[in-house]
């Protein structure tokens, strides 16, 4: 079974409380469920097995991918107020702000980028999918 890494990797940034992708291993495509779509739902569940959910947003640990992210830093002032920063409500809100301060919000998103890779990855390859297009 062949996937398109760009749609596999889409499919991880996307995953929101109200969307799940799925794999289709007949028509070897991607597509997502809503809420607000109950047909796609229907449809998948009538031929569940023919399916492999792609990792939701509960899979996906936002919070750790921030904290990995403090963990290799090399300036530790930094990592000192990202961490305090990052405790707490407004965790997100927090350490974005700071990591803007800090003008290193390029390499966080690098980090973030390189990490929903790695999620992509290791998902194709537990599931035996062939990468098409990395």
């Not at 939701?56 to 904290?67: A, F, G, L």
């Not at 300036?75 to 407004?90: C, K």
């Amino acid at each position: 079974m062949n996937v398109k890494f760009s749609e596999v990797l889409e499919a991880i940034k996307g995953a929101g409380d109200d969307v799940n992708y799925y794999y289709d291993k007949k028509t070897q495509t991607i597509s997502f469920t809503s809420e607000y779509d109950d047909e796609e739902a229907d449809d998948i569940e009538d031929d569940f097995d023919s399916h492999i959910m792609l990792p939701s947003k509960y899979d996906i640990n936002d919070y750790h991918i921030m904290e990995e992210f403090i963990w290799n830093l090399k300036d530790e002032g930094q990592q000192s107020q990202l961490e305090n920063a990052i405790n707490g409500r407004g965790a997100f809100h927090y350490f974005r702000n700071l990591v803007d301060q800090f003008g290193i919000t390029q390499e966080w998103y690098d980090f973030q980028d390189a990490t929903y890779k790695n999620i992509a990855c290791a998902w194709c390859e537990e599931n035996k999918l062939n990468i098409i297009d990395k």
